[in-house]
Protein backbone atom coordinates (compact mmCIF):
# COMPACT_ATOMS: atom_id res chain seq x y z
CA UNK A 1 0.00 0.00 0.00
CA UNK A 2 1.96 2.77 -1.10
CA UNK A 3 1.76 6.47 0.51
CA UNK A 4 2.76 9.20 -1.78
CA UNK A 5 4.24 11.45 0.96
CA UNK A 6 6.52 8.46 2.93
CA UNK A 7 10.28 9.46 2.24
CA UNK A 8 11.96 6.08 3.60
CA UNK A 9 10.34 2.71 1.93
CA UNK A 10 11.29 -1.03 3.07
CA UNK A 11 10.76 -3.64 0.71
CA UNK A 12 10.43 -7.33 2.54
CA UNK A 13 10.98 -9.64 0.49
CA UNK A 14 9.03 -13.08 1.74
CA UNK A 15 10.33 -15.56 -0.46
CA UNK A 16 13.94 -14.92 1.04
CA UNK A 17 12.35 -15.65 4.23
CA UNK A 18 11.08 -18.69 3.14
CA UNK A 19 14.78 -19.75 2.06
CA UNK A 20 16.02 -18.70 4.37
CA UNK A 21 14.46 -21.53 6.68
CA UNK A 22 14.48 -24.25 4.00
CA UNK A 23 18.08 -23.90 4.12
CA UNK A 24 18.55 -23.92 7.79
CA UNK A 25 15.58 -26.45 8.41
CA UNK A 26 17.25 -28.77 5.57
CA UNK A 27 20.82 -27.90 7.52
CA UNK A 28 19.49 -29.17 11.26
CA UNK A 29 16.98 -32.29 9.76
CA UNK A 30 15.84 -34.30 11.52
CA UNK A 31 15.88 -31.97 14.40
CA UNK A 32 13.39 -29.90 14.17
CA UNK A 33 13.60 -25.64 12.97
CA UNK A 34 10.84 -23.75 14.83
CA UNK A 35 11.20 -19.70 14.23
CA UNK A 36 11.31 -17.09 16.62
CA UNK A 37 9.22 -14.48 15.59
CA UNK A 38 9.49 -12.09 18.36
CA UNK A 39 9.56 -8.10 18.28
CA UNK A 40 7.43 -8.34 15.38
CA UNK A 41 9.57 -11.14 13.63
CA UNK A 42 12.62 -8.50 13.93
CA UNK A 43 10.66 -5.46 13.00
CA UNK A 44 9.52 -7.29 9.90
CA UNK A 45 6.02 -7.46 10.69
CA UNK A 46 4.43 -10.89 12.14
CA UNK A 47 1.65 -10.86 10.30
CA UNK A 48 3.43 -11.07 7.34
CA UNK A 49 6.22 -13.25 8.08
CA UNK A 50 4.33 -16.11 10.19
CA UNK A 51 2.28 -17.43 7.57
CA UNK A 52 5.29 -17.78 5.07
CA UNK A 53 7.04 -19.15 7.88
CA UNK A 54 3.65 -21.68 8.66
CA UNK A 55 3.70 -22.16 4.94
CA UNK A 56 7.00 -23.37 4.81
CA UNK A 57 6.32 -26.09 7.08
CA UNK A 58 7.37 -24.66 10.84
CA UNK A 59 4.68 -25.76 13.38
CA UNK A 60 6.33 -23.87 16.04
CA UNK A 61 6.90 -20.13 16.78
CA UNK A 62 8.44 -18.36 19.88
CA UNK A 63 7.91 -15.17 21.02
CA UNK A 64 8.91 -13.32 23.83
CA UNK A 65 5.59 -12.13 25.57
CA UNK A 66 2.08 -13.14 26.20
CA UNK A 67 1.51 -9.85 23.88
CA UNK A 68 3.06 -11.42 21.28
CA UNK A 69 1.69 -14.70 21.66
CA UNK A 70 -2.36 -13.19 21.61
CA UNK A 71 -1.11 -11.36 18.25
CA UNK A 72 0.44 -14.69 16.60
CA UNK A 73 -2.61 -16.62 17.96
CA UNK A 74 -5.18 -14.55 15.87
CA UNK A 75 -2.48 -15.38 12.52
CA UNK A 76 -2.24 -18.74 13.21
CA UNK A 77 -5.01 -20.85 14.65
CA UNK A 78 -2.85 -24.29 14.45
CA UNK A 79 0.61 -24.02 15.36
CA UNK A 80 2.75 -24.64 18.16
CA UNK A 81 3.51 -21.09 20.09
CA UNK A 82 5.36 -20.84 23.17
CA UNK A 83 5.92 -18.01 25.27
CA UNK A 84 9.77 -17.20 26.23
CA UNK A 85 9.58 -15.03 29.06
CA UNK A 86 7.37 -17.37 30.85
CA UNK A 87 3.95 -16.87 32.59
CA UNK A 88 2.55 -15.25 35.79
CA UNK A 89 -0.48 -16.59 37.40
CA UNK A 90 -2.68 -13.61 37.49
CA UNK A 91 -2.68 -13.70 33.26
CA UNK A 92 -3.28 -17.95 33.14
CA UNK A 93 -6.74 -17.56 31.66
CA UNK A 94 -4.77 -15.41 28.40
CA UNK A 95 -2.46 -18.51 27.67
CA UNK A 96 -5.54 -20.68 28.25
CA UNK A 97 -7.74 -18.69 25.74
CA UNK A 98 -4.80 -18.93 23.33
CA UNK A 99 -3.20 -21.88 23.86
CA UNK A 100 0.15 -20.43 24.51
CA UNK A 101 2.41 -22.40 25.83
CA UNK A 102 5.05 -21.08 28.63
CA UNK A 103 8.55 -21.34 28.96
CA UNK A 104 8.57 -21.88 32.52
CA UNK A 105 11.47 -19.73 34.61
CA UNK A 106 10.94 -20.47 38.25
CA UNK A 107 9.79 -22.88 40.86
CA UNK A 108 7.03 -20.94 41.52
CA UNK A 109 5.50 -20.74 37.87
CA UNK A 110 6.58 -24.92 38.12
CA UNK A 111 3.89 -25.42 40.72
CA UNK A 112 1.37 -23.11 39.24
CA UNK A 113 0.83 -24.10 35.89
CA UNK A 114 -1.46 -26.94 34.96
CA UNK A 115 -0.95 -27.90 30.90
CA UNK A 116 1.86 -28.37 29.35
CA UNK A 117 5.30 -26.52 29.18
CA UNK A 118 8.76 -26.20 28.51
CA UNK A 119 11.36 -25.48 31.23
CA UNK A 120 13.87 -23.13 30.86
CA UNK A 121 17.38 -24.46 32.35
CA UNK A 122 20.14 -22.16 33.58
CA UNK A 123 23.38 -23.85 31.66
CA UNK A 124 26.17 -20.93 31.75
CA UNK A 125 24.31 -17.24 30.70
CA UNK A 126 22.82 -16.45 33.52
CA UNK A 127 19.80 -14.82 32.40
CA UNK A 128 16.79 -16.66 33.12
CA UNK A 129 15.69 -20.44 33.88
CA UNK A 130 16.20 -22.98 36.55
CA UNK A 131 19.14 -23.39 38.15
CA UNK A 132 20.62 -26.68 37.98
CA UNK A 133 19.72 -27.36 41.77
CA UNK A 134 16.19 -26.54 41.23
CA UNK A 135 15.77 -29.17 38.61
CA UNK A 136 14.66 -31.95 40.54
CA UNK A 137 12.35 -29.98 43.15
CA UNK A 138 10.68 -28.34 39.18
CA UNK A 139 10.51 -31.86 38.44
CA UNK A 140 7.97 -33.15 41.17
CA UNK A 141 5.82 -29.89 40.65
CA UNK A 142 5.05 -30.16 37.69
CA UNK A 143 1.35 -31.38 37.19
CA UNK A 144 1.87 -32.03 33.72
CA UNK A 145 4.34 -33.75 31.15
CA UNK A 146 7.07 -31.19 30.00
CA UNK A 147 7.56 -30.65 26.36
CA UNK A 148 11.28 -29.98 26.11
CA UNK A 149 13.55 -28.10 28.15
CA UNK A 150 15.35 -25.11 26.65
CA UNK A 151 18.49 -22.82 27.02
CA UNK A 152 20.01 -20.60 25.20
CA UNK A 153 24.32 -20.60 24.13
CA UNK A 154 25.76 -17.13 25.35
CA UNK A 155 29.14 -17.20 23.27
CA UNK A 156 26.93 -18.73 19.99
CA UNK A 157 28.94 -15.88 17.99
CA UNK A 158 32.08 -17.19 18.71
CA UNK A 159 32.56 -21.48 18.01
CA UNK A 160 36.24 -22.02 20.01
CA UNK A 161 34.18 -20.40 23.21
CA UNK A 162 34.60 -23.20 26.05
CA UNK A 163 31.84 -21.90 27.44
CA UNK A 164 29.46 -23.87 24.31
CA UNK A 165 30.43 -27.07 25.42
CA UNK A 166 29.62 -26.59 28.82
CA UNK A 167 26.15 -25.12 28.00
CA UNK A 168 25.88 -28.32 25.87
CA UNK A 169 27.25 -30.48 28.62
CA UNK A 170 24.68 -28.55 31.50
CA UNK A 171 22.00 -29.40 28.58
CA UNK A 172 21.90 -33.23 28.37
CA UNK A 173 22.26 -33.39 32.25
CA UNK A 174 19.17 -31.19 32.01
CA UNK A 175 17.37 -33.67 29.64
CA UNK A 176 18.22 -36.45 31.87
CA UNK A 177 17.06 -34.72 35.13
CA UNK A 178 13.74 -33.95 33.11
CA UNK A 179 13.42 -37.11 31.12
CA UNK A 180 12.75 -34.67 27.96
CA UNK A 181 14.16 -33.57 24.77
CA UNK A 182 16.21 -30.29 24.58
CA UNK A 183 16.55 -27.06 22.32
CA UNK A 184 19.57 -25.30 22.87
CA UNK A 185 20.78 -23.35 19.51
CA UNK A 186 19.32 -20.39 18.06
CA UNK A 187 20.66 -18.85 14.70
CA UNK A 188 24.62 -19.32 14.99
CA UNK A 189 24.34 -22.69 17.30
CA UNK A 190 22.61 -24.18 14.22
CA UNK A 191 26.54 -24.02 12.73
CA UNK A 192 28.20 -26.18 15.52
CA UNK A 193 27.00 -29.36 13.94
CA UNK A 194 24.83 -31.98 14.78
CA UNK A 195 25.61 -32.47 18.34
CA UNK A 196 24.07 -29.23 19.24
CA UNK A 197 21.30 -29.59 17.35
CA UNK A 198 19.02 -31.70 20.10
CA UNK A 199 15.28 -32.36 19.03
CA UNK A 200 15.12 -28.54 18.10
CA UNK A 201 16.94 -25.13 16.96
CA UNK A 202 15.41 -21.91 17.32
CA UNK A 203 17.04 -19.23 14.98
CA UNK A 204 15.20 -15.81 14.45
CA UNK A 205 18.38 -13.13 12.90
CA UNK A 206 19.17 -15.97 10.54
CA UNK A 207 15.84 -16.11 9.14
CA UNK A 208 15.97 -12.46 8.71
CA UNK A 209 19.56 -11.47 7.27
CA UNK A 210 20.67 -9.87 10.45
CA UNK A 211 23.60 -11.99 10.74
CA UNK A 212 26.36 -13.13 9.36
CA UNK A 213 25.31 -17.48 8.91
CA UNK A 214 26.40 -19.31 5.67
CA UNK A 215 22.19 -20.07 5.23
CA UNK A 216 21.31 -16.13 5.59
CA UNK A 217 20.75 -14.26 3.01
CA UNK A 218 19.52 -10.22 3.00
CA UNK A 219 15.67 -10.15 2.74
CA UNK A 220 15.00 -6.29 2.85
CA UNK A 221 15.77 -3.28 0.67
CA UNK A 222 15.44 0.12 2.24
CA UNK A 223 16.08 3.01 0.46
CA UNK A 224 14.59 6.73 1.32
CA UNK A 225 13.78 9.66 -1.25
CA UNK A 226 16.35 12.40 -2.20
CA UNK A 227 14.36 15.67 -0.83
CA UNK A 228 16.94 18.50 -1.66
CA UNK A 229 20.16 19.01 -3.69
CA UNK A 230 23.16 22.35 -3.27
CA UNK A 231 26.16 22.76 -4.03
CA UNK A 232 28.61 24.12 -0.32
CA UNK A 233 31.66 25.83 -1.13
CA UNK A 234 34.92 24.55 0.35
CA UNK A 235 34.79 25.13 4.17
CA UNK A 236 31.09 25.08 4.62
CA UNK A 237 29.99 22.88 7.55
CA UNK A 238 26.67 20.19 7.30
CA UNK A 239 24.64 19.63 9.61
CA UNK A 240 23.81 19.90 13.61
CA UNK A 241 27.41 20.58 15.31
CA UNK A 242 29.13 21.85 12.21
CA UNK A 243 30.93 18.42 12.44
CA UNK A 244 31.56 18.12 8.56
CA UNK A 245 33.52 21.02 6.76
CA UNK A 246 33.43 20.65 3.07
CA UNK A 247 37.43 19.88 1.73
CA UNK A 248 36.04 21.53 -1.37
CA UNK A 249 33.23 22.38 -3.15
CA UNK A 250 30.71 19.46 -2.71
CA UNK A 251 27.45 18.66 -3.76
CA UNK A 252 25.20 17.70 -0.57
CA UNK A 253 22.06 15.48 -0.67
CA UNK A 254 19.49 15.72 2.23
CA UNK A 255 17.05 12.73 2.23
CA UNK A 256 14.33 11.50 4.25
CA UNK A 257 14.91 9.30 6.81
CA UNK A 258 16.70 10.24 10.32
CA UNK A 259 17.36 8.20 13.98
CA UNK A 260 13.87 8.60 14.49
CA UNK A 261 13.37 5.67 11.80
CA UNK A 262 15.80 4.11 12.89
CA UNK A 263 18.39 5.05 10.60
CA UNK A 264 21.49 4.64 13.70
CA UNK A 265 22.68 7.93 14.98
CA UNK A 266 26.25 6.42 15.26
CA UNK A 267 26.54 6.45 11.07
CA UNK A 268 26.52 10.38 10.96
CA UNK A 269 30.22 10.55 8.95
CA UNK A 270 30.45 6.70 9.09
CA UNK A 271 27.81 4.87 6.96
CA UNK A 272 27.25 4.90 3.42
CA UNK A 273 24.10 4.74 0.95
CA UNK A 274 24.28 3.19 -2.62
CA UNK A 275 22.55 4.92 -5.80
CA UNK A 276 23.46 3.02 -9.37
CA UNK A 277 26.59 1.60 -7.80
CA UNK A 278 28.35 4.81 -6.22
CA UNK A 279 28.54 4.46 -2.53
CA UNK A 280 27.74 7.85 -1.23
CA UNK A 281 29.32 8.77 2.11
CA UNK A 282 27.40 10.61 4.91
CA UNK A 283 28.57 13.36 5.98
CA UNK A 284 27.49 14.97 9.07
CA UNK A 285 25.45 14.01 11.83
CA UNK A 286 22.29 12.13 11.20
CA UNK A 287 18.92 14.12 12.20
CA UNK A 288 16.06 12.84 13.31
CA UNK A 289 14.41 12.76 10.37
CA UNK A 290 17.38 13.91 7.58
CA UNK A 291 20.69 12.55 6.72
CA UNK A 292 22.94 14.44 4.26
CA UNK A 293 25.20 12.69 1.70
CA UNK A 294 27.98 13.54 -0.51
CA UNK A 295 27.04 13.10 -3.86
CA UNK A 296 29.61 15.10 -6.09
CA UNK A 297 30.79 11.80 -7.53
CA UNK A 298 27.15 11.17 -8.54
CA UNK A 299 26.09 14.16 -10.45
CA UNK A 300 23.05 12.82 -11.63
CA UNK A 301 21.59 12.22 -8.39
CA UNK A 302 18.52 14.83 -7.97
CA UNK A 303 15.62 15.91 -5.82
CA UNK A 304 12.52 13.28 -5.77
CA UNK A 305 14.99 10.07 -6.72
CA UNK A 306 15.46 7.31 -4.25
CA UNK A 307 18.68 6.43 -2.84
CA UNK A 308 19.67 2.55 -1.13
CA UNK A 309 19.95 2.64 2.47
CA UNK A 310 20.37 -1.15 3.00
CA UNK A 311 20.57 -3.71 0.14
CA UNK A 312 21.99 -6.84 -0.92
CA UNK A 313 26.01 -4.77 -1.13
CA UNK A 314 25.30 -2.72 1.63
CA UNK A 315 23.25 -4.74 4.23
CA UNK A 316 22.20 -4.40 7.65
CA UNK A 317 25.01 -6.47 9.15
CA UNK A 318 27.23 -3.85 7.06
CA UNK A 319 25.79 -1.04 8.32
CA UNK A 320 25.61 -2.09 11.49
CA UNK A 321 29.68 -2.99 11.85
CA UNK A 322 29.75 0.66 10.95
CA UNK A 323 27.20 1.42 13.50
CA UNK A 324 28.96 -0.31 16.07
CA UNK A 325 25.89 -2.69 16.50
CA UNK A 326 24.45 -5.63 14.98
CA UNK A 327 22.19 -6.12 12.41
CA UNK A 328 19.50 -7.59 14.98
CA UNK A 329 19.57 -3.58 16.57
CA UNK A 330 19.33 -2.23 12.91
CA UNK A 331 16.06 -4.31 12.48
CA UNK A 332 14.26 -4.52 15.18
CA UNK A 333 14.32 -0.39 15.52
CA UNK A 334 13.23 0.18 12.77
CA UNK A 335 10.65 3.01 12.52
CA UNK A 336 6.70 3.11 12.16
CA UNK A 337 7.19 6.18 9.70
CA UNK A 338 8.91 3.91 7.17
CA UNK A 339 6.33 2.20 4.33
CA UNK A 340 6.23 -1.18 4.22
CA UNK A 341 6.18 -3.19 0.76
CA UNK A 342 5.89 -7.19 1.05
CA UNK A 343 7.22 -9.05 -1.75
CA UNK A 344 6.46 -13.03 -2.01
C1 LIG B 1 15.91 -14.35 20.61
C2 LIG B 1 16.07 -15.75 21.02
C3 LIG B 1 16.36 -16.74 20.08
C4 LIG B 1 16.72 -16.43 18.64
O1 LIG B 1 18.07 -16.00 18.58
P1 LIG B 1 18.78 -15.63 17.20
O2 LIG B 1 20.17 -15.34 17.58
O3 LIG B 1 18.06 -14.43 16.68
O4 LIG B 1 18.64 -16.79 16.30
C5 LIG B 1 16.35 -18.07 20.49
N1 LIG B 1 16.10 -18.38 21.79
C6 LIG B 1 15.85 -17.45 22.73
C7 LIG B 1 15.60 -17.87 24.12
C8 LIG B 1 15.85 -16.10 22.38
O5 LIG B 1 15.62 -15.18 23.32
Not at 203 to 218: C, F, R, V
Not at 250 to 269: C, E, F, K, Q, S
Amino acid sequence: MAFEGSTARLTVFLDRILANYGRLALRVAPAVCAAVVKADAYGLGIGQVAPVLARAGCQRFYVACVGEGVALRAILPEQEIIVINGFHENIQSIYNENRLIPVLNDLQSCKDWKHPACVQVETGMHRSGLAETEWIAARGLLRQPLLRVISHLACADDPQHPLNRQQLAAMHRAMDAFGVPGSLAASHGTLFGTDFHLDEVRPGAALYGATAHPDSQPVIHLSARVLEVRTVPAGATVGYGATFAAPSPRRIATVGIGYADGYPRALGNRGVMLWEGHRLPVVGRVSMDLVTLDVTAAPDVQPGMWVDVYNDLYTVNDAAQDAGTIGYEILTRLGKRVERIYKV
